[in-house]
Every structure is written in structure tokens, then in C-alpha cells.
């Protein structure tokens, strides 16, 4: 007779690979979140947007009562995004190593300059025990 399937398991079937699409607004441009003077995307807000496909890519491996951290950015924001660009965020899984999961991270713009690169890196990120964390704080 076989168990019952482990709800609290992590999902290993699918690839940890996610795509996210945002649109510049005034509130993410580098004069809104404090990181220079000009209208354009800023870098702060484009890394939380690459941050946030990595959540998206590895949520469905996480096991229950757990989460993921990040611990290290690497990025590089190649090109600017005024007001009212759309870009695509793209996370890839490109290393694990025990609870250690690497994604290589892309910005694109879409659009009429569809597929410009607007940034490329890497984000680390580290599966811990959620209450365990949050007892360490």
C-alpha cells in the first residue's frame, strides 16, 4: 500500500522559472524612491521587481511552514525606463545547493522596444524555517 501524498511536500515537477510584467509609474521612478533625480525607473524598484519573480519561481518548492530570504543582488541596469514603459521580468533557477537556490534574473522592455535588455543579474536566495527566522530577529 503507498502513503498518502504529502501535502506539506515541496513541488519538484515544475522548472523554478517565473516571468512577471510591470509598468512604470511615477511612484517607481528614481525621483520617487529617493535613488537620484530623474524620472526613470529606478534600480531600487527594478531589483524589488526582479526579488519578486524569484519569489514567484521558487514559492511552489518551498515546503510548508517555510519561506525563502534573500541574501545576495548582484544587477546590473543597463538602460532607462521612463513613465508608462511595460518591462518583463524573467527569474531562472540557475544553481541549488542544499537550501541555497541561485536565479539569473533579465529585464526586458516590451512594446514598441520590445526585448531591449534593461538589466541583468543575479539574486540569491535561502530557504529557511519561517518561525525559526522570525524567532532570531
Not at 501535502?7 to 515537477?13: I, V
Not at 525606463?81 to 541549488?96: C, D, K, N
Amino acid at each position: 500500500m503507498t502513503p498518502p501524498p504529502d501535502d506539506t511536500a515541496p513541488d519538484h515537477s515544475a522548472p523554478a522559472h517565473a516571468v512577471t510584467q510591470h509598468e512604470v509609474t511615477e511612484a517607481d521612478t528614481a525621483l520617487a524612491v529617493g535613488s537620484g533625480s530623474l524620472p526613470v525607473l529606478g534600480t531600487p524598484r527594478l531589483l524589488a521587481w526582479c526579488e519578486a519573480a524569484t519569489c514567484a519561481a521558487i514559492e511552489h518548492t518551498v515546503p510548508a511552514g517555510s519561506t525563502s530570504v534573500g541574501t545576495r543582488v548582484e544587477l546590473e541596469h543597463r538602460v532607462a525606463s521612463p513613465v508608462g514603459a511595460t518591462l518583463e521580468v524573467t527569474a531562472t533557477l540557475a544553481h541549488v545547493d542544499g537550501r541555497l537556490h541561485r536565479f539569473s534574473v533579465a529585464a526586458r522592455h516590451t512594446g514598441a522596444s520590445g526585448g531591449k535588455v534593461v538589466a541583468t543579474g543575479e539574486v540569491t536566495r535561502v530557504v529557511v524555517d519561517a518561525e525559526r527566522f522570525l524567532g532570531r530577529v
